[in-house]
């Protein structure tokens, strides 16, 4: 079995999976989206004293593995560093206690293998939309190591842009399910916020244009929520498309489309990206609804394919990368 820990950001997550058949033999997360709601946005420094308190309250859990592990896995990059570090020192802890390999995870990768928990296969090559609070990117996924970014955002990320619309609209934190939600009952037209980069021909996402309508939108008048939420999601995800066509149309090489990543839980997303692989006859993957935000669950996946691949790190020489990407 191989524990793994997930802290990048507001989430303290450890999972234990089994080497043989990718089972997932334990998951837990302790989130912190109630703590960081009062300032509209993760603050570093809470997150790291919080996933000092959440982290071994869930390990003590785990104790009953403890004689079946063989590695200890854990994200050490990209992420906020402070939270990081919280993971990475129980990991080496936990590594020097019971004489264990050590794998460190990329986060991201961690999203792209959320799609293959519990299935023994990975199936690449997959072109994959990753949408978080941190990243919007558009990937070639080959193989474990193979990662083509084939477009990626030039300012705020995707789930970053919702998150900033909520608090905009003071309706709390984190802002994408609470603006889903508004939308569903809003107008989409009310609003005719131009899509970013529409008539550019680079292979880029933005979303700090879009942010800036809608806040003159809000700042101008007394709004209808629902209808603002509703009119953001419909050119936030038109953009998306557009972006995502422009290289589909390129190519016919891609024959599977994944959506990972927090955002990926948007089911207007969904539902759009959806048609668009009907229409490019490309077969869809998404991860359960319950592995899209920050989990172990995925770190742990991610991390059989790496001991497979004998990634392992000396101690003294596993780094923390906060702003790494592929
Ligand atoms: O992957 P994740 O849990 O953390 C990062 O790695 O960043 O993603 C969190 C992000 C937040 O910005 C959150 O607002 C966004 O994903 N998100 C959504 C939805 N659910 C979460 N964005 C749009 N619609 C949603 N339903
Ligand atoms: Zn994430």
New binding site residues.
Partial sequence: MILSIES??D?SSIAITSINDAKLLYHKKISQEIEHSNYGGVVPELAARLHALALPKILEETKKFFNDLKAVAVTNEPGLSVALVEGVVMAKALAIALNLPIIPIN?LKG?IYSLFIEQIEEKFPILTLLV????TQLLYVKSYDEVEVLATTLDDS???S??KLAKMLNLGY????I??EFARSGDEYAYNFTVPLANSPVSAFSYSGLKNQVRLAVEKSSVKKEDVCASFQRVAVEHLLQKIKKILKKSNSFERFAIV???S??LY?RKKIDELCSEFNLTLHVAPLEF???NAAMIGRCALRAYELKRFTELDKIKINPKINF
């Avoid at 978080?132 to 990243?135: A, C, D, N």
């Avoid at 984190?174 to 399910?177: E, F, L, R, T």
């Fill in positions: 990048s950001c989430d986060h999203h978080s609070g941190g990243h995707f789930g970053e919702f998150d984190p802002g994408g399910p603006v889903e990543g927090g955002a839980a948007n997303l899209c935000s920050d």
